[in-house]
């Protein structure tokens, strides 16, 4: 753990404004210069941080339709003419007057402006399409003069051209490099919301018939029914095309639109938790209810809050409804509660940190202070050796000797256990570190009575006084073995009598596959070569973990897990857990689903993240193949990583002269379980562990038929190779 | 084009021989001091290059095995010995003196040395896989002593584990930076070969029934009966995953294992064309007809020639007889035929070159010197000029533009025309490039007895005495209008009378996805930042023309064209061609399949390479959708070049709560077909493009079903977005 600036750190999401243009029409400019000054004013009286509104005017698409859309029976004169006024303004394009919503420098501040919601950057017809491309820079380049920061892009609305709307975005990204660009699109596939169609809520706030939403304008094409899963994946994919096509460009935003009813399941809307999301764009007409608690803390956007469509409470209930959910939503809640992860790691989110090596360096005071404040972990140890000797016969003398003592809570704590089992012992201190080992001679002159035997030196070489019944050390990194617990305990092994225990006595290593825009942007601009091949120690935040497995262990040098991936989705990395037995079912656990029924709100590690350079698409229904493996010369240790992805189809699927690979040479069922190896927690008798081993059984859904093919579509990278950029020194 | 140093060349594959365990042993050393040397001399002297001989002897075979693999009922003790013996040699790895093959630096020259084939890198055994690992570095480390230059791994063998094998490799290429690696790979599943089964050769150079190949040892899960293009693909997929796994690392390359018999369909066999093969290593027990040319001329490995399986001719034999199969080759015969693109592009394959600009610089006289040579591109110049004529009424003034006239060679050709056709004219020549002009000028007084009106100028802007009734230019390139013909055929439009003939009348460009190792590498190692993002001219040789399309035009700004991909591959780039329609059925082509109808031994063009930054895999029967931009500014004119990814799967494979994607929103039957507009030569009413559109037909077979859904499953990024790295000045 590594301490960076937090102080900007605002728990708080803005509430913005969206005016349309009847709401200009409708102003009068009373005391103010133009009525866009009294909006500014008005709104800002209203509590509400920045005003979204419409750049241009409907004079300006009626300018731009007649010139660029000829409308079929035309005269071929008007035709002519039309043309001409068309190719000058390509030649040089630009407004008038009463084609755009705000002229002025302070009337255009803390604005977000709406870029006409009817430009097709994806028609289908070449020629429209060019001259939206055009029209649009000529709208930016507007915003630009105005000193606007933040422009809402209208969303893409047709797959086939997805591509090009990309491309466009992604050379307005180039040409404006002060602009933020942010894509406005549907949650999900907003046809279920045309102004025919009856609103399908599933849990509204009021009821209400008004439901247009009126920047979505939807092509025939698109009305069809649809599960909700498919069209969520439907516009993720579009996002996901556009933000890949422009390099996931930091200055390249998306404002949720949930006009549309949210989907009746939640789970598939996760994916968007990975994203980049800058506004939420939330009609009051809409629900509110299910409102999660977005991990940027994006902008919210209110649309049409002064239309009345409640009959009580004003426009101002609105927003204060929002603040109502966000302050008793769970994740902020939990964040304001002292003693919790979430509150101990704010300002950590999704920051990248280079792992410990305690081995190699010698850590300083002030490190092993911010450990030792951890609520949980020396509780856990304490009680993990309580019942050790409590199970020890009365009778024998007892031996306990600590690996690694630090600065010495874990001596500490041993003394607890002793008085609380009533039980006398001879304490061992092993410590390598020079300066920590000051402090431990401190300790046992002030507090300790001089009962312990203090050793210096590495563990891997040192002898102590006597070999031990009981050997513990804390030497877990966040994917169990990343901190060397294996060496120095091999080396440690000398030290403990041949029927003696050791605090913790197992540990297994936990991977997941995970997507983050966030964390792989973060990782790739790290300044070092490094970037994209070392794991990194991280809260995460901004991710969507694509699957969690069975169970996994790492015990052997190498292991081959596979995933099934049920939702689309990019691969940005690995997710790396640990959990550790200390003692019976006493344990610690980092790993998501068992951390807080095994050790919660634990401080001491975040997980690990293994970047990948190239992210890789998985579809819906595919299955990823991880390979990873702990490697090891004389002087390192190393992590290699890698991964392929494949679909199952069904067998007559199959066309063409060939079969598509040999399913009997691709990993089968049972070199799958062989992996699986059982997590001992898991398998302990304990109650608390029950809901974990339901949950084992919930997951496991990988499909295995026999009348279906595995057909590899894609793979990484071999991540790391030969150790180039990360490596533990041993 | 240009002229690179072609010195090195050599068209001629190298044959070496390989001699087995059992071939030195039955040596004795007679006047030389050790039986390797005299089987060295023995091989040069019957003509071979190299000798491949295995570097471990059966009793390093039988030392490691008792060490590392422990047979079952084995008694404690010598278990616990042999784990010591184990954990001995593998702190310090090392062979005594009966264990190796080779002893000595004069031994070892000119050897390739054949790895341990018992070697299983890709046990499914952590512990066997690790001491494997360790025995193959103990072997390279050993070969490198004796400046051993190259070593032939065994084969993987277990798709399961082919992640591990590629892990090793890679590290081994790392550790042993001076070696060349390359992976014995049977070209499909040997399984057909086992030792009890009957050879299955469809095309035997002679019978035989004594086919066992000493190298491959078969595990019994490979048991299967299986088409061939299955296997084929199975085999090059763990290579695909090996090489991609060792980052295409030059030092790493394949040694195609002919043992097998070749399948029926060679078909499926062009993917290999793209790899680089290193070594072919062909038993003389195994047919050998249908010998590929491969391209990479590589060493070819002639296994068991001694052993006398063919009663006549003896083992001069076979090499003579590959040697006559190389020469009689169509490949290598064209090369020789002076006249013939092949013969004139040696030492160009793959060769990446950057494409002229001949708008923005102007070229010098040995460019244009080269570009005359052409044998056929005038000529159909001269065709067309002369048919266009004779279409002319008689009795009208003619009067004939060439629109960019170099040093004169259209204008010579004109004139010849107007020879034949018995017609008088006045001949206008526009050129730009002032040291081309003087030549113009000089040819004025020698040769055209200043018949010709030489006009200085950029055409675009200069004026001419009078308006044409044929506008003659030759500005095109590779990809059609990536010399800028549209740009300057703009501005000299103003030169044509009302209803004037243009030469070419219409031009196409064409795309097809490729796989290519070598461009792909060629392009990655190119100093300049560019690198991936900038097409290339490139005479293709080393590549895998994954799919080629009905037929595909961009005269639009912009393509979205779909590929169906019938064999998994790699798809690395784009080749860019053209074709050109002159004046009726007179055409200019390079596209593959046209090229010789239409213009034979053309050698002006040679084909685009548009490269992708990072490969893209393709699954057997999936659909490639590539979209490309011709974009524009005020001063440059740029591609830009994207690719997305497909497999198209029953509706009824679909599982889960969701669908995979909305068929609807994807591209759609018909907007595949408004792509693929017809081309003008194949839409010619002559006779000579009959065989194009019957191709066409021959290729519709992309195939699109109601009950099947899309699903997408990759893509690549947008390249040279913004025109970053590559553009042509204006």
Known sequence: MDYHDTSAWDPHATIST???LEDIAKTSNEQYETPILKLVADSKQKGYKRLCIPLTTEKWKKRWSEMCLLPMGVTPESKESAALAAETWRLNPGFRKDEVTITRLDEAEGVIALISEWLELDAADDWVRHDAEIALKQELAYATYLNIQTVILPPPRNRDHVASYARIVQSCLTNFPYLYLSIRLPIYNPSVFQPVTPMLSPVPLASTANATTPSLVISESEQQSDTEGGSVNAT???????????DYNIKLTLTIDLSPALPTTLGVLSKWAAESVRHIFLPSSTFIANMKGY??????????????HHSRGGEAAYSQYVRHLEKTSQAVQVTKRPGTVENFAQGYQDYLQAPLQPLMDNLPSITYQ??????????QYEEAMYRAFLDYPGDDKLVVCIAGAGRGPLVARCFRALERADRDAMIIAVEKNPNAFVTLQERQANEWDNKVHLVFGDMRVVNVPEKANILVSELLGSFGDNELSPECL??????????GISI???YTAHLAPLSSSKLYNEARSTKTEKGLETPYVVMFQAVNILSL?????????????????????????????????????????????????????????????????????LPSNSELQVSIWRLTNTRQIWYEWHAESFISIPKSASSGEELLAQPSSLPSASSFSSFGAPSPLVDSKEPIFLDTRRLNVN???????????????????????????????L
């Not at 450990?371 to 509780?379: G, I, L, S």
């Not at 091999?490 to 029927?499: C, Q, T, V, Y």
């Not at 590690?605 to 890789?616: C, G, I, N, Q, S």
């Open 370 to 379: 911010t450990f030792e404040q951890d609520p949980v972990k020396y509780a």
């Open 18 to 20: 969206y005016l349309t």
């Open 236 to 246: 993720w994919e579009m996002w996901d095309l556009i933000r890949s096509m422009c």
């Open 699 to 729: 997951e496991q859904s990988n499909p295995v038929h026999a009348d279906r093919e595995i057909v590899k579509i894609g793979h990484t990278s071999l991540h790391n190779a030969g150790g180039r950029s990360s490596w533990i020194g």
């Open 295 to 308: 991990p940027h803390r994006p902008n919210i956007i209110l649309a049409e809050a002064s239309e009345g």
């Open 549 to 617: 497995p069975i169970t996994n262990s790492h015990n052997a040098r190498s292991a081959r897990l596979r995933f099934y991936i049920p939702h689309a989705g990019i691969l940005h990395g690995l997710a790396g857990y640990f959990e550790a037995v200390l003692y019976g079912n006493i344990g610690l656990s980092i790993h998501p689903h068992r951390k807080d029924q095994v050790s919660k709100d634990m401080l001491s590690w975040f997980p690990l993240f293994f970047p990948f350079r190239e992210p890789l698409y």
């Open 504 to 506: 913790p006595s197992s």
């Open 490 to 499: 091999d080396g440690a092994a000398r030290f403990l009598k041949p029927n």
